[in-house]
């Protein structure tokens, strides 16, 4: 299991926990690591905002805060099915797997009208989803891009040609219906756009990213845009 899957996971745990503390040593058995490794990636979620807790003696351990979960979100039917119907036509995409686990909590709290609702709807609504890379690969791209370090790929170009890179990778970008890996080539020492479903392998190192920057990229397409969470 990639790192950032198993923060994910790790922060599920807790929050399953509820008021029970759960020792290090549990944890660690569960994800197969070490203690060090587990109070690594505790620490990790508390720099994130995450609001970890922990009680030290016999019965304490780690847990998150009491109502740090979502509260009861109100989405109309036709919102949750816009939702669903967005993750389920792009299992390609980075952490496509973190928002399908996303869209299923906000499912999880809403009312149960609303969610019956939703489901009735949701089955009128039909998609083809790409082939998705492989989840190796996948985890190892989404690991690196969040953790800033170089990924060692094994990259297959258009002329049938075969190559193992290190890249520094900078930004994701969905272009004409392929998914890119944009990153500083360390092999031809230059910024590369990467299709996704051509790197054939890929392995996270332990060095970090030397501080490329978006704007080295250059200008984004006319038609391009960051994601986020406003309106348009």
Not at 105 to 124: F, H, N, S
């Amino acid at each position: 299991m990639k790192r950032v899957e198993r923060l994910h996971a790790l922060s599920e745990l807790l929050r399953r926990s509820g008021t029970r503390g759960v020792p290090a040593e549990r944890l660690a058995y569960e994800f197969s690591v070490s203690v060090r490794t587990i109070k690594r990636d505790l620490t990790a979620l508390e720099n994130s905002g995450a609001p970890v807790w922990s009680r030290p003696g016999p019965g304490g351990g780690y847990g998150l805060v009491a109502g740090a979960s979502l509260p009861p979100v109100s989405l109309s039917p036709a919102q949750a099915v816009a939702l669903l119907a967005a993750v389920s036509a792009a299992p390609d995409a980075p952490y496509a797997d973190l928002a399908a686990t996303g869209m299923q909590k906000i499912l999880d709290v809403l009312d149960p009208r609303t969610r019956a609702r939703a489901e009735e709807l949701a089955g009128r609504v039909w998609v083809t989803a790409p082939a998705s890379p492989s989840r190796t690969v996948r985890s190892a791209l989404e690991e690196a891009m969040a953790e800033q370090r170089v990924v060692r790929i094994r990259y297959l170009s258009g002329d049938g040609t075969v190559t193992t890179r290190d890249v520094e990778p900078v930004l994701f970008a969905s272009r004409n219906g392929h998914w890119y890996l944009i990153g500083w080539c360390r092999l031809r020492n230059a910024m590369r756009w990467f299709t996704v479903s051509r790197i054939e392998r890929a392995t996270v190192t332990a060095t970090a990213c030397g501080g490329h920057t978006i704007q080295e990229v250059g200008e984004p397409p006319a038609d391009a845009r960051p994601v986020h969470g406003g309106g348009s």
